[in-house]
């Protein structure tokens, strides 16, 4: 995969595995998005590397197209990245004291982690293989899909 001048969004990526990712990819040429809600860090990360921070909520599809527009602008779109946190939901399905667990806070888990993951899935896919897009495996023989025979884009 050629990472040197393709453009990569990492959301989630001011912090932890997010902005260790960052670095590796910004230090193998891309140039990268951090897509986050962490305006601080995000900001930090813009300042000293030089990559573009957009305030991103991945559980929001605009927050999410904006983040994938800027990548896109920036050069051929060819990473996503998901590391994004976000509240947790846990314990026993039935307490101690005999009350259920919280489903508000159990639809909130898969809100952050399932459905906003999908969300990010689905619209770098969609970016990566827009028609006309420099990355779109239909108009390149260089990606890792072809190369190894794949057929996702159909």
């Not at 305006?39 to 590397?49: I, N, V």
């Amino acid at each position: 995969m050629q990472i040197s001048g393709s453009s990569a969004v990492v959301v989630g990526g001011a912090g932890g595995l997010g902005e260790a990712t960052v670095r590796r990819l910004h230090a193998a040429g891309a140039k990268v998005v951090v897509a986050d809600l962490a305006d601080e860090k995000g900001k930090a990360l813009e300042a000293e590397l030089g990559v573009r921070y957009v305030r991103t909520d991945a559980t929001d599809e605009n927050d999410v197209k904006a983040a994938m527009a800027e990548a896109e602008a920036a050069g051929p779109l060819r990473i996503s990245v998901d590391a994004h946190g976000g509240p947790a939901s846990g314990g026993r399905l039935v307490g101690k004291d005999g009350e259920p667990l919280d489903l508000a806070g159990f639809r909130k888990t898969i809100d952050f982690y399932l459905t906003a993951v999908f969300n990010v899935m689905r619209l770098a896919a969609a970016a990566i293989a827009r028609p006309g897009s420099s990355s779109s495996p239909r108009r390149s023989s260089r990606t890792s899909g072809r190369a190894a025979g794949a057929r996702w884009w159909r």
